[in-house]
């Protein structure tokens, strides 16, 4: 028979062999190699795994030369001493009543390298576990565990003028609509912007549109097109429908909290540092955030999201970036009064920004879209094409309609699918005197086009976000500004 394992030692050797293992897989995911550079460790930790064994992880990280600061108690006392425990050999343990606020205080405290998971289901589940990850992010720290690694997106301060980020949590969120009304709004309080944009189909060198000083026809859109770039861009949508000066730029790739893969912005924003603005505005990219620092960010959020895609995966980071949060497309069919009334409280139970003495509770306005043409279209026979759905499709027939004194003889909602347009739009032929399109996808090359070919007037059309309930998207992005310019300063 085997001997009974020994007793009260503090490293057996089987402990010591896993141990060993550990640190040599961890410390090559990290790109530390044993005996390289020392890491500063916050750990997080529970009270599922017996003190002892914690203990033992934690020597085998300091004898390789890092240093564990803190650990941070999340949960679970089976196998904690009915007392409690206040340390693991000379590592103190940090405790609050939510392991968020647990962990926020490790970090502000002693500014650690990474933060280290240590802990396991049941305490941590999937959720939790990003919603620390997502502390930790904002920090600019980076979160790892046994089997995954998160790292801060790379955003260093490149600008020299106070920036206001618009972010999304993904494509057709109505990012750029929002990015181009709190350009127009600036201006009318008297703020000098220039608009960072960067997109999929963006220049391969940076580009400046002065929206300010020409007005880009449907002529000139095509002529972009027919020269190889793509003439939908956010750049140029901002610039002929806001009218303010422009830089277009490029990425490849996004990461789970938005990191881009590639991008040209920083050169984009070193152009925008050169020009006659007071402000700029940096666009996101579907999911992506600008690969540059912000000195306050609007998070545009749709009312049809998943209440998951708030609370879990890198929601809360997204959140926790935000000062504003404008909620997009707040009516039915996209949203009922209880849905967009849970999302809100949603928002503000997710939002913390704790240790940060300039930090204001977030801003929540709710707000609904509404077209708006460029050019008088009363009077008119009217086929127009969006990326809507089609249930938005009435709203937006009866609007026009209504506000704009035209008749819509017909919609496609297949502007990002360029068969399907085609189709649509051969169908409409001697249908309409206008072709009302939003400047999107495949807006010019496909729409433009056929418009042009087809001696129609074409004219763009944008969205508005509108208030409801009594919210004010004017009153927040002009209060996202003077926040911009006051961290910045």
């Known amino acids: ?36 550079p020392e890491i500063r460790y916050v750990v997080v930790v529970d009270g599922e795994h017996y003190p002892p064994v914690v203990s033992s992880a934690l020597a085998a990280l300091q004898a390789d030369g890092h240093q564990v600061a803190l650990a941070v108690m999340v949960g679970g006392r089976e196998k904690l001493p009915a007392e409690g425990i206040e340390a693991y050999g000379d590592v103190r343990i940090v405790t609050a009543a939510d392991a968020r606020d647990a962990l926020v205080e490790a970090i502000d405290r002693v500014a650690p390298d990474e933060v280290l998971d240590l802990s396991d289901e049941p305490v941590l589940d999937y959720r939790k576990r990003f919603e620390l990850a997502s502390i930790a992010l904002e920090a600019g720290v980076g979160y790892r565990g046994s089997d995954f690694s998160f790292t801060p997106p790379e955003r260093p301060a490149v600008a020299r003028k106070p920036s206001l980020g618009i972010i999304g949590t993904g494509k057709r969120t109505g990012k750029t609509a929002v990015a181009g009304f709190a350009a127009r709004t600036m201006v009318a309080a008297g703020y000098r912007p220039v608009v960072v944009a960067m997109g999929r189909g963006g220049p391969e060198e940076p580009e400046v549109l002065r929206g300010d000083e020409i007005g880009l026809t449907p002529e000139d859109l095509l002529a972009f097109s027919e020269e190889g770039r793509h003439a939908a861009s956010d750049y140029i949508e901002d610039a002929l429908l806001s009218r303010v000066p422009t830089v277009g730029c490029r ?9 881009v893969s590639f991008s040209n912005v920083h050169r984009g924003v070193e152009i925008a540092n050169e020009m006659s603005a007071d402000l700029m505005i940096m666009e996101g990219s579907g999911a992506a955030l600008p690969p540059v620092a912000t000195d306050a960010n609007c998070l545009v959020v749709p009312a049809s999201i998943p209440e998951e895609y708030l609370k879990g995966y890198f929601g809360p980071y997204r959140l926790l970036l935000a000062d504003v949060v404008m909620v997009t497309m707040c009516e039915e069919p996209f949203g009922s009064p209880s849905k967009i009334s ?80 085609a189709e649509d739009l051969k169908a409409a ?59 910045f300063h």
């Open 342 to 421: 849970s999302l809100t409280s949603l928002i503000h139970e997710q939002w913390r920004r704790r240790g940060a003495e300039n930090r204001s509770e977030v801003r929540v306005v709710r707000t609904v879209f509404r077209p708006k043409p460029v050019r008088p279209i009363d009077g008119a026979n009217v086929f127009v094409a969006t990326t809507a759905p089609e249930v938005a499709g009435p709203a937006i027939g009866q609007h026009l309609a209504k506000e704009h004194g035209c008749t819509v003889v017909g919609i496609s909602h297949s502007l990002s699918d360029r068969k399907r347009l």
């Open 429 to 487: 032929e001697g249908r309409a005197e206008v072709l009302l399109c939003e400047v999107k996808a495949a807006a010019v090359d496909v729409a433009t086009r056929w418009g042009l070919d087809l001696g129609l007037q074409v004219v763009y059309m944008d969205n508005i976000p509108v208030g409801v309930d009594g919210d004010d998207p004017e009153t927040a992005s002009l209060w996202a500004a003077q926040l911009a310019s006051e961290r």
């Open 251 to 259: 990425r490849c790739g996004g990461g789970l909290a938005g990191a």
């Open 1 to 36: 028979m085997a001997p009974a394992p020994e007793r009260g030692k503090r490293e057996p050797a089987s402990l010591i062999l896993a141990a060993f293992l550990w640190r040599s897989a961890h410390l090559a995911q990290t790109g530390h190699e044993l005996g390289g």
